[in-house]
């Protein structure tokens, strides 16, 4: 049997109903159903009529739209209530000596971070600037992306294959940036954006990975803050905003932002991988020793 699932609905409405005419409309409410656990932008349904037999259709679509956010799990961080999405995810590669990066220290300058993104709802750019997924970096980080934002296809997070399978574990996707496709250029400050042009569609549950160039906090930055038992400021988000089937005018509507995976998330994904980390949800800014001294607890003949 077909395992596919189809988005619809087939009802028998009763014979003794009254005929729909201009003056009397029917109100018809289903109850308890099985929503998707992804979201969606403006979308219209669509409605048919048969007749008793099935055939002799009239099809229409409604005159509203429906939007839906994936679902999410709630996070008080800092007093705040955040919002961790379950399909639409964001996760770092952990790389270099620190897993940070090449220049993980305070007010470092091109520190290169590789980021994953999974969408969680299908964007689809109707030819408006508005339509753009934006990774939103902690606060007094510079976020830019350089030439195409393409992460090498030979690193290590491409080569592992955990399941044995002969297939890599994690398909490398881009995002173009041919001018019919969109880009990158209006990144800045702590925000890293990607416009989408006329017809570009990233699908629901694509997976992309960018490569992100960044200009580290002046200050150091904890990766987790035992002490509030929190991330504390140091939060990373994915949003995406976009139109759907709307008419472009206005502001579009907005999906996110959700918080890159949690600390817990970044366990279950290293014991997955048999205790090797490869992912993690934020990356902690580092800051040099001063006057380090080492000095034997121990003064016995080793």
């Given at each position: 049997a077909s395992t596919k699932r189809f988005n619809s609905i087939r009802v028998r409405l009763p014979t003794e109903m009254d005929d729909i005419t201009t003056s009397v409309k029917h109100r018809l409410i289903f109850r308890s159903l099985q929503l998707p656990t992804g979201g969606f932008f403006p979308d219209r349904l669509g409605v048919q009529l048969t007749d008793s037999k099935d055939?002799?259709?009239?099809?229409?679509?409604?005159?509203?739209?429906?939007?839906?956010?994936?679902?999410y799990d709630t996070q008080i961080i800092s007093n705040f209530q955040m919002k961790r999405y379950h399909d639409f995810t964001g996760r770092l590669v952990v790389r270099e000596q620190t897993g940070y990066g090449p220049s993980p220290f305070k007010a470092d300058v091109g520190n290169i971070l590789y980021v994953r993104i999974q969408m969680g709802a299908t964007l689809w750019g109707n030819g408006q600037t508005q339509v753009q997924l934006q990774i939103t970096l902690p606060d007094q980080y510079l976020c830019r992306v350089e030439l195409t934002g393409k992460v090498p296809e030979d690193e290590e997070i491409f080569q592992v294959d955990n399941n044995g399978d002969g297939y890599p574990d994690n398909a490398?996707?881009?995002?173009?940036?041919n001018s019919l496709d969109g880009g990158w250029e209006d990144s800045s400050a702590g925000v890293c954006r990607f416009r989408l042009s006329k017809d570009m569609t990233l699908f629901y549950k694509q997976v992309i990975y960018a490569r992100l160039t960044v200009n580290n906090p002046p200050d150091a930055l904890l990766k987790y803050d035992k002490a509030s038992g929190s991330t504390g400021t140091n939060?990373?988000?994915?949003?995406?905003?976009?139109?759907?089937?709307?008419?472009?005018?206005?502001?579009?509507?907005?999906?996110?932002?959700?918080l890159f995976i949690s600390l817990e998330q970044e366990e279950e994904l290293t014991l997955a991988a048999g205790g090797k980390s490869y992912w993690q949800g934020n990356v902690a800014v580092l800051d040099s020793l001063q006057s380090a001294t080492c000095q034997p607890t121990v003064f016995t003949m080793s």
């Open positions: 055939e002799k259709p009239d099809y229409t679509t409604t005159a509203g739209f429906l939007f839906k956010e994936p679902e490398h996707g881009t995002l173009s940036t939060n990373w988000f994915v949003t995406a905003q976009g139109y759907g089937m709307l008419a472009p005018s206005g502001t579009p509507h907005r999906m996110g932002s959700g």
